[in-house]
Every structure is written in structure tokens, then in C-alpha cells.
């Protein structure tokens, strides 16, 4: 049988995927693995509890996971600004080729 992972291996495995959904922008694989977020920081914050494990190495990783949750966000509202910005353009060609149609179908010959 395997030997299961410390908590602080789970919390950078966690990252890792984290880390190659972001640079896919996988926003579904972003949600998923944010569910995990919590059970795997909760061992290492027991560990940190008992003394189980360094508490630098624990700060280390809740600073990198913090910068993660922060470039996250900020790739989230510039992919929402993107989708805005599209959406605009999308209703701006319509409402140019409703013009168009307008004018276009509007005059007697």
C-alpha cells in the first residue's frame, strides 16, 4: 500500500494543479480545486498545532497560496473585462446591421 502524502506534500500537489489550471485557464478545473483548498490547509494547520511540521515551510506555503488567490482574482476580472468587452462589440455590430436593414429596406424605389 502507498504511503499517504504529509500535509504539507498535499498542500503543494494542491498548488501544483492549481497552478496548471490557471496557466490553462480552466476556470472549471479552478472551482473544482478550490473546493479542496480548505480540507488540505486544515491538516497542515493541525500539524502546525502539534509542532508536526516547520512552521516556516507553513508560512512559505500559505504566502505562495495567498499570491495564487490573488493573481486567480486578478485573471478572473480580466477575463470578465474580455467577455465585456466582447459582448459589447457583438451588440454594436447588431445593432449596426439593424441600421443597415433599416435604411436598407426603408427606401422606396
Avoid at 14 to 24: G, P
Avoid at 27 to 34: G, M, Q, R
Avoid at 51 to 73: C, G, H, K, S, W
Avoid at 79 to 107: I, T, W
Wanted: avoid cysteine; hydrophobic fraction near 40%.
Amino acid at each position: 500500500m502507498a504511503e499517504s502524502q504529509s500535509p504539507l506534500q498535499e498542500l503543494d500537489d494542491l498548488k501544483s494543479r492549481l497552478d496548471a489550471a490557471l496557466a490553462e485557464q480552466d476556470w472549471d478545473a479552478l472551482v473544482e480545486l478550490n473546493q479542496e483548498i480548505k480540507p488540505t490547509v486544515e491538516p497542515v494547520m493541525a500539524a502546525l498545532k502539534h509542532q508536526e511540521v516547520d512552521p516556516e515551510e507553513v508560512r512559505v506555503r500559505l504566502e505562495a497560496l495567498n499570491r495564487f488567490i490573488e493573481t486567480v482574482d486578478q485573471e478572473a476580472v480580466q477575463a470578465r473585462d474580455e467577455a465585456r468587452q466582447s459582448l459589447k462589440g457583438v451588440n454594436q455590430n447588431r445593432n449596426a446591421a439593424r441600421a443597415y436593414q433599416g435604411v436598407s429596406s426603408g427606401r422606396p424605389k
